[in-house]
């Protein structure tokens, strides 16, 4: 099993930048592929990011792709988002996520997740 907490959210103007860290416990972090989904007020869930467990491949959702990196340090078994010239509708509670599948944007395949940190963009 691993553990994850997020930290990094908060609440920043539109235009700014925030980055988000995925820490994780437990077992090795390099076992697990990582991603980043978001719920924004009265939405469902979404997919933001995913990256494989060497850090070698990355999948973005197409709407945030050149706003948002996402990254990883497995000797620190950190997980990062880095979230560029943000907007309002950004604004969320954002999750890590844990697989030992491959990436995937399907919510169904990640059996491990944080209990979300809070991103609020002001206009």
């Known amino acids: 099993q691993v553990q994850l907490v997020e930290s990094g959210g908060g609440l920043v103007q539109a235009g700014d930048s925030l980055r988000l860290s995925c820490a994780a416990s437990g077992r090795p972090f390099s076992s697990y592929t990582m991603a980043w989904f978001r719920q924004a007020p009265g939405k469902e869930r979404e997919f933001v990011a995913a990256?494989?467990?060497?850090?070698?491949?990355?999948y973005y959702a197409d709407s945030l792709k050149g706003r948002f990196t996402i990254s990883r340090d497995n000797a620190k078994n950190t997980g990062y988002l880095q979230m560029d010239s943000l907007k309002p509708e950004d604004t969320a509670v954002y999750y890590c996520a844990a697989t030992t599948f491959g990436p995937t944007v399907a919510q169904v395949y990640y059996g491990h997740w944080g209990q979300g940190t809070q991103v609020t963009v002001s206009s």
């Open positions: 990256i494989s467990w060497s850090g070698d491949s990355t």
